[in-house]
């Protein structure tokens, strides 16, 4: 077996039940890292975990809510005395356009969306900040450059978890912490998400094949295609990279 890259390194990912937060996860576990996943689908969460094995423990956790974000990294310092490594990647599409979308709604996504990583960043700076090495990765996606009209809130979410990501990169760096933090860009992934988006529209297997043309490497993405640059992002590498959103989209935004 070829060297472990994340050996010893003890990380959060959000939004870990299902989709591209279990596809890093998987990937951290098998490279040596300790991970806890956090989810607000509990029977998602516990049996993820259950796959992941020993080194993956479960916390249900809403991360919209400030006051859910201190147990989770009360868990980390109980269970790993520290922590190197926050995914931020839970997050939710809700269709609609300016005209047809809810305040509600919109206030929803950014809540669940950007308001999530302001939080996961503001906790895990302290926690991360007098013992240097820690990297933050924030999932924002191609929609914070491309407008769709039926995605306002996501759209302008998306584009807010990539300026913040920046912001925070900025500050950790003047401030002289050993904290990277960046963002990754995915095109269309092949996860529960983007079924539920199918299965928003009447014809389903149309919008599948116009994303499939989307994409000029000829295929959707998959989980593990963002875990490879997330792995890259927090490793040694990486260590000049800081406050930059990567894309990872077969060549979705030069089509
Ligand atoms: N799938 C894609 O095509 C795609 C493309 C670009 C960006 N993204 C982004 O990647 C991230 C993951 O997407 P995915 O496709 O894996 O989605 P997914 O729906 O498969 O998984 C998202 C997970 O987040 C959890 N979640 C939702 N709301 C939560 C909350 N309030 N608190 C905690 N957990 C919550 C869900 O329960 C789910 O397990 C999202 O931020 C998404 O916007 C996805």
Known sequence: ???????????????????????????????????????????????????????CQFMHH???LAEEWQPVFALAEEAFSGLDILVNVAGVTHMGTIEEMSVETWDKTMAINLRSCFLGCQGAIKLMKNRGGGAII?????????????????????????MMTKSVALHCAR??????????????????????????????EALMDSYKAMHPIGRIGEPKDIAAMALYLVGEEASFITGASFTVDGALMNN
């Open 138 to 162: 924030n999932m924002a996606s191609v929609s914070a450059f491309r407008p769709q009209a039926e995605l306002v809130a996501y759209n302008a979410s998306k584009a807010g978890v990539d």
């Open 175 to 204: 401030s002289g912490y050993d904290i990277r933090v960046n963002s990754i860009n995915p095109g269309v992934i092949q996860t529960d998400m983007l079924k539920k988006v199918i299965s928003q529209v009447e014809d389903g």
């Open 1 to 55: 077996m070829s060297e472990q890259k994340l050996l010893g390194k003890r990380a959060i990912v959000t939004g870990g039940a299902t989709g591209i937060g279990f596809g890093i996860a998987e990937r951290f576990i098998a490279e040596g890292a300790r991970v806890i996943i956090t989810d607000i689908d509990a029977a998602g969460g516990v049996s993820a975990a259950a796959k992941l094995g020993a080194n």
């Open 62 to 64: 809403d991360v919209s």
